[in-house]
Structure formats: structure tokens, C-alpha cells
Nanobody, 129 residues
């Protein structure tokens, strides 16, 4: 399994932007989906965005139009550009890699933490009003 390391978190005011990065130790063909999850205190881990093996992207409704997920295969990196941040976006953000058939993710399992086997340690994002 790949090792993942997130960076780029921080504290911003409402309306600000942050770009999260996730560095992978490698990117074997067995990885079929990469995703960003977040978890706020007292809440369940939530799928934010994902990109599957064929380049399809998925987003939770609350971030559509504000967040963009992208991948740099040459550098084994995953990114999450977050614009127009809101206090509700405050959470620990995690990078995850999945190994199930890519179409399973495209059909909905992308938002399920149980569908991903590799996780980073997380990076904190705090948005103040």
C-alpha cells in the first residue's frame, strides 16, 4: 500500500483559499481512486472529493463550485484547491487511496471511508468568520 502525506492546511478567514497537497510514496496501477475526506470534531468522516483511474471527478454537494481536485501523476501528488472557504469547512482533511475497481468509486463508493485502504495523517483546516 502507498504511504500518503498531506500538507497545506492552515487558518484562513471566510472567503479565503487554501491548496492542500498529498504526496504519495508511489502510484502503482493498483490504486484506482484518490480522494480527500474531512472530519470535524464530533462528526463522521465525510468524503469531499475524489478522482478515479480514468480521470472522473466526484464532489460532495456542499463543495461543488468551490473545491477542485487534481492529480499530478509525474510527481505522485494529489491536490485540493479550496476557494470561498466557509466556517463549515473547518475540519481535519485526509488524503486516501483506494484499490477497488474504479467504476465502484464512480458509482458512489468514493464517499465511503471503508472503500479506501491507505490514509494519510491529516492536515488541519480552520476557517474563521
Amino acid at each position: 500500500q502507498v504511504q500518503l502525506l498531506e500538507s497545506g492546511g492552515g487558518s484562513v478567514q471566510t472567503g479565503g483559499s487554501l491548496r492542500l497537497s498529498c504526496a504519495a510514496s508511489d502510484m502503482p496501477n493498483s490504486v484506482t481512486c484518490l480522494a480527500w475526506f474531512r472530519q470535524a470534531p464530533g462528526k463522521e468522516r465525510e468524503g469531499v472529493a475524489a478522482i478515479d483511474r480514468v480521470g472522473g471527478t466526484m464532489y460532495v454537494d456542499s463543495v461543488k463550485g468551490r473545491f477542485t481536485i487534481s492529480q499530478d501523476n509525474a510527481n505522485n501528488s494529489l491536490y485540493l484547491q479550496m476557494n470561498s472557504l466557509e466556517p463549515e469547512d473547518t475540519a481535519m482533511y485526509y488524503c486516501a487511496a483506494g484499490y477497488q475497481p474504479w467504476y465502484d468509486y464512480a458509482q458512489g463508493s468514493w464517499s465511503s471511508p471503508g472503500a479506501f485502504a491507505s490514509w494519510g495523517q491529516g492536515t488541519q483546516v480552520t476557517v474563521s468568520s
